[in-house]
């Protein structure tokens, strides 16, 4: 396998030497570990880098993996980051136009020239917990395409901003002193479907990992707690493993206090179907009673030792859509929801753990029981915390391509991507299955979304498909079939619009309400807005079939900078970094502010959701 | 009470409240409590809010700049004096016909209310009617606001007096909604005593409109040496804002920190405001029961203490 530059470029080149998605469970060398959250497997490669900004690929320094590479042009660089962030580049935010807008004539999958590289460098040792072990070298995000080498060794490529890339390096590692190449380009083909509403920024932006495999390891599992209407439970669990070498021992496996289940296996068994089990009463997981029951999997060695733990928690619900009505538990569902980019004003999209906890605190204080995640998977960990705080997710997939088909208000679809492009089909497909295989056993996931404003054609048909066939027990969304009435049948189990007014919403229910309806975006809150909030919660009453929406948005995308007159710190946007075009202070449509402070609509957003659900 | 007829104003003591209206700019000149002064400029006319993300995205800014003009200018088209049931008219009340006042028992008047009759800058044009009233027997002024429009007139953000307090203020508090509130945006508010300490700044990245408080039963200004308190004359209540700065100003404003340095204070009382919408991306206005018709008439009344 060789690294080439064509990659950007080349629509057949899904990804290279990355290993398949599979879910997000953590592994852990005891129970002690899953308790202080601190696993044995994992290392952080998070810190201070060594960095090469180069403003073209032609710049860049193509011998910067090899082994005595040494240049004058090195600096430092926190990874992670955004490089536009730590003084190098152009910061630039632009809405639906692509980011080439007025400088470059392109069209899809061509590769704008104003394509910044960063070459990032540094060193590791395997620690000694890990000696023997399977390595894996975990990236979280990367914007927006990149290149990996690990001690002069091409390890892989992959093209995806806001999926976990992996690359099994076991091979290329010794103990010490190993070398770790990673070269980043902010522009590649699938830009095109990266488009999405925001700054547009590049580089390693969410943490780097390096993590190990014990000889037996489960790669994957699939948990579903399916709530019957009875209020019991049906518990199903299926596993993939992995074996370092022959290996005899057992597995064994808990849920709460309801059962026990103990499996001899040996390195045959790569794939495991436990029966399912029947639970005649389990408490249902709601958002009002986020009730979750630990999952408890143990591998032992014939020796009886605890060869991996991997704790999880799993509830129990149920979704499906009956008489044009999204029922949730066998009743029926209101959403009361909000879209929410991941940001901050000193870091952008490059936000903290402590940033997500406030967003739930804030979102659980403001009533909203329900997250699009727009438009592009979020950190692992926020999967995690909407499960704990009882927020159902809207899981999108990462796509947006609203500057192929929509000229400012004008729908002129003739360059449209993906459209019925099948040569996007592998590109996209590989995103869908990312997101699902990822984050399946989040409880809080009620629906799987195609993704944002991308027209629609026969490419979104088969990612509509391909969630249909791999999750029976999610509903799959998609709003951009609204442009395309005759594809209606095959894309999205639910009639999705943005901004329709109250009367629109009504007319669609009255005239042709063969779907739930529900707003994916509507109430858009820049600056003072939010008037006329109540007349929704009012359709809530008049209509079975209507579901509720998702606010847009949930933070002002705004960026600390110095008044360069008075020295004073202020929240910049859109066209503040001197970035031709832009989209000025469109980026700023939160309920809070990009500090996190509540905006005055707050109290209309507390009051109308809070009258209805609390 | 003493009244003063000068050659180009009138002067009212009631108390601890004095007063002078202008002849020449058209309106309340000074305004004193405890003798501490509350106003920089005549009270004027005020049509215009910073255009809010909506109303720009709706073309409402556009449509409707005629009235930004009308916020900054306008024409004081007469004016009379009523003092214990005699009128007085413009004529009566300049030299040298005030001569003859000078021994007059209307220098004792237990009641006078003062009229001033403006039109707006517009073409059609509208009138506004601002009485100020004074008792013996009442604590304050009255001021009775009246607009009458006209046909052809586009949609305005709001119509009021506006008021700029030649200080900074140290809190404000009020009777009426929590928060900030617009007709559109009422649901979420209750009613109670709020207080909030300093001015508030604008919350919004790009500067815009803020800070309106509808259908406020009372409200008083506290600064470091002087405090004011407004008192509704109506069972719904005046609408204010308390802003750092003018619209005009923050209408250029990009950033909050764009806008000048605080120094005064820009009382704003509407009789009616507009919705502030949001339902339909940027691009619609706010549904019609909330958008003001400058053909109609709108009133307000209340008592500054």
Known sequence: MKADLSFLEDLSVVSAGRRPAHSDHIHYRNEKEAEEFSSGFYTSLNGEWEFIYSSSPEEREKDFHKKNFSSSRITKINVPSHIELQGYGQIQYINTMYPWEGHEMLRPPMVSRDNPVGQYIRTFDIPEQMKGERIILRFDGVENAFY??????????????????????TKMVKQKDNRLCVEVYKRSKTSWIEDQDFFRFSGIFRPVYLYSLPVCHIDDMWANGDLQRDESGIFSLRLKLSFASEFKGKIEYSLGSFFKRVKEITEKDTEIVFDEEHIPFVKQYHYRTPFLYDLSIKIYDNKKNLVEYVPYRIGFNHIEVENEMVMYNYHRLMICGVNRHEWSPSGGRCISLDDMKKDIAILKDAKVNAVRTCHYPDRFEWYYMCDEAGIYMMAETNMESHGSWQKDSRIEPSWNVPGDNQEWAMLLLDRCRSNFETYKNHTSILFWSLGNESYCGDVIRQMNEFYKKADKTRLVHYEGVFHRPDMKPCVSDVESRMYASPAQVKEYIQKDGRKPFLLCEYMHSMGNSLGGFKDYDDLFDEYLTYAGGFIWDYIDQALYKKDEVTGETYLAYGGDFGEKRSDYEFSCNGIVNAERKEKPAMQEVRAVYGNRLW | MEIVFGDLSLGVLNGSGEYIFAYNTGGLESLKTEGREHLYRTPALAFWRASTDNDRGSGFSKASSLWMGADLFYNVENFSVTADGTLLRWDDLIPPQNNSLLDSPLRKADDISIRFLYSTVTSPQAEVEVTYSVSSDTEGLSVDYVYRGSEGLPSFPLCGMRFILPYRITSFAWDGLSGETYPDRLYGAREGHFEKKGIERCPYAKTQDYGMHMHTSSLEIMAEDRSLRLVSCTDEGFNFSLLPASAQEMEMAYHPVDLPAYRRTYLT??????????????????????????????????RII
């Open chain 2, 269 to 302: 009382v509407a009789a009616a405001v507009r919705g502030v919408g949001g339902i339909d991306s940027w691009m619609s206005p706010p549904d019609s029961r909330y958008v003001l018709d400058a053909s109609a008439e709108y009133r307000t009344s209340f």
């Open chain 1, 148 to 169: 990996v080498w690990v001690n002069g060794r091409f390890a892989g490529f992959s093209c995806d901003s806001f999926s976990i890339s992996e690359f099994d390096i």
